[in-house]
């Protein structure tokens, strides 16, 4: 995402936390138009109803289920749409299947204002929102197992894909991609195909998160 979000949709329960998080995002975004959702089945009426967002912020604990059940259709659905999780769960059983589900960013709710701000402000710059817990909690999930098989290592890419995961963490979409390697948007599709498959990952959080342990950049 390069430019202002123009739509938002909340989907939190809590009257309180909304109305902080609604008045975040139009401090963040002016002009930013949020809809809310206080439940799942109200997430999913809209998801097919409302017209497309370009951010989410996903509870995950709702009156009425998982919102990670929502982030998959939400990524199908609204392949524009920047789909951030927003949660006081930072446990491994939360934050995996949500960023295997689709979510580009993971933040803990109970981390400071200034804090949540910055990773907001950073997603109009391609970086993906992560809180500096959950950064840390997927760095430690990748590192390899004493006495274990390792996790696959950079040599497992090829050189150009090096460098499209290098150019993916540091927030590049695909526009900025065939312009900087220049080589055709299908030739970086089947590279970002590939890099997803060798590393086992589904998303541009994952990718970042990959780049680093692989010692390719720095968080």
């Not at 890099?195 to 950049?217: D, F, P």
């Amino acid at each position: 995402m390069t430019t202002i979000p123009a739509h938002a949709l909340l989907l939190e329960d809590l009257p309180d936390v909304t109305a902080w998080l609604s008045k975040l995002l139009q401090a963040r975004f002016p002009g930013i138009q949020v809809t809310h959702a206080p439940t799942l089945a109200e997430g999913k009426r809209l998801l097919q109803s409302a017209a497309p967002a370009q951010l989410a912020l996903v509870d995950l604990g709702l009156p009425d289920g998982d919102g990670t059940t929502l982030i998959r259709p939400l990524a199908q659905q609204w392949p524009d749409c920047t789909i951030v999780v927003t949660t006081l769960f930072g446990d491994d059983a939360h934050v995996f299947p949500a960023l295997r589900a689709g979510a580009q960013g993971y933040l803990l709710k109970d981390q400071p204002e200034e804090r949540l701000a910055a990773a907001l402000d950073g997603i109009l710059r391609g970086e993906p929102a992560l809180s500096p817990a959950i950064a840390q909690r997927l760095l430690r999930a990748f590192q390899p197992i004493a006495g274990g098989d390792s996790a696959p290592g950079v040599e497992v890419l090829t050189p150009r894909e090096r460098d499209v995961l290098v150019l993916v963490s540091k927030g590049c979409r695909l526009p900025e991609l065939v312009e900087r390697l220049q080589i055709s948007k299908h030739t970086v599709s089947d590279h970002l195909k590939s890099i997803y498959r060798k590393l086992n990952i589904n998303s541009r959080a994952e990718a970042t998160l990959e780049a680093a342990r692989l010692g390719l950049v720095q968080l």
